[in-house]
Nanobody, 118 residues
Framework: QVQLVESGGGLVQAGDSLRLSCAAS????????MGWFRQAPGKEREFVAH????????YYLDSVKGRFTISRDYAKGMVYLQMNILKPEDTAVYYC???????????WGLGTQVTVSS
């Protein structure tokens, strides 16, 4: 059974940093793309970043480029989202997700809350 479990959220001030973690288990993810999404109150869920599990290629939402970094530890089955220079508009529930190439995201975690105060 596939499980994605996020951790690392919290309440921080603007300008602070947080690192989110996603523990992936129950499947061989070598051909998968791992993504981070977020959903703010009253807004639709939006893509934040993704990384290919095997090659480590990354892609980011424009508004987080230069501030957020996605990475993965292949051996540990972990995906990370390092978030620097956080802004109040980054406040959201952050979700880890997984998909195969050319497919929709199929597996989702339950999310972790990130709150950035001004």
């Amino acid at each position: 059974q596939v499980q994605l479990v996020e951790s690392g959220g919290g309440l921080v001030q603007a300008g602070d940093s947080l690192r989110l973690s996603c523990a992936a288990s129950g499947h061989t993810f070598s051909n998968y793309i791992m993504g981070w999404f977020r959903q703010a109150p009253g807004k639709e869920r939006e893509f934040v970043a993704h990384i290919t599990w095997s090659g480590g290629n990354t892609y980011y939402l424009d508004s987080v480029k230069g501030r957020f970094t996605i990475s993965r530890d292949y051996a540990k089955g972990m995906v990370y989202l390092q978030m620097n220079i956080l802004k109040p508009e980054d406040t959201a529930v952050y979700y880890c997700a997984a998909r195969e190439r050319f497919e929709e995201y199929k597996y989702w975690g339950l999310g972790t809350q990130v709150t950035v105060s001004s």
